[in-house]
Nanobody, 116 residues
Framework: VQLVESGGGLVQPGGSLRLSCVAS????????LNWYRQPPGKERELVAR????????DYVDSVKGRFAISRDNAKNTVYLQMNSLKPDDTAVYYC??????????WGQGTQVTVSS
C-alpha cells in the first residue's frame, strides 16, 4: 500500500488549497479514505472521511462548511478542498486508509501553513 499526498504550501488566512492523495496497492474503491492532520505540538486528529462509494462523508466540527472531501475512484485519488483557511488549520496533513485487518497505512504528509 502506498499513499502519496501533495498540494500543501503556504497560504494567507482566507485562502484556499487543494490536497490530493494518490493511492496504490489495494482496491481503492472498496475502502474508506481519511484525511488527518497534526498541528505543531499537538496530537493527530481526523479531519474528514469518505466511504468507498463516496456516499457518506463526515467532518470534524472545526472544518465543516470550509473543507470538502471527495474522491475519484478511476484515478485512485482522494482530495481535500480547503477554503477560508485559518491559522489554526496549520498542520501536517496525512492521507490514511485502514485495512480490513485493522492496520493503518499513512502517507508521508504534506505541510499546510496558514500565515500572513
Amino acid at each position: 500500500v502506498q499513499l502519496v499526498e501533495s498540494g500543501g504550501g503556504l497560504v494567507q488566512p482566507g485562502g484556499s488549497l487543494r490536497l490530493s492523495c494518490v493511492a496504490s496497492g489495494f482496491t481503492f474503491s472498496r475502502y474508506q479514505l481519511n484525511w488527518y492532520r497534526q498541528p505543531p505540538g499537538k496530537e493527530r486528529e481526523l479531519v474528514a472521511r469518505i466511504t468507498g462509494a463516496g456516499d457518506s462523508i463526515d467532518y470534524v466540527d472545526s472544518v465543516k462548511g470550509r473543507f470538502a472531501i471527495s474522491r475519484d475512484n478511476a484515478k485512485n485519488t482522494v482530495y481535500l478542498q480547503m477554503n477560508s483557511l485559518k491559522p489554526d488549520d496549520t498542520a501536517v496533513y496525512y492521507c490514511n486508509v485502514r485495512s480490513s485487518l485493522g492496520y493503518d497505512y499513512w502517507g508521508q504528509g504534506t505541510q499546510v501553513t496558514v500565515s500572513s
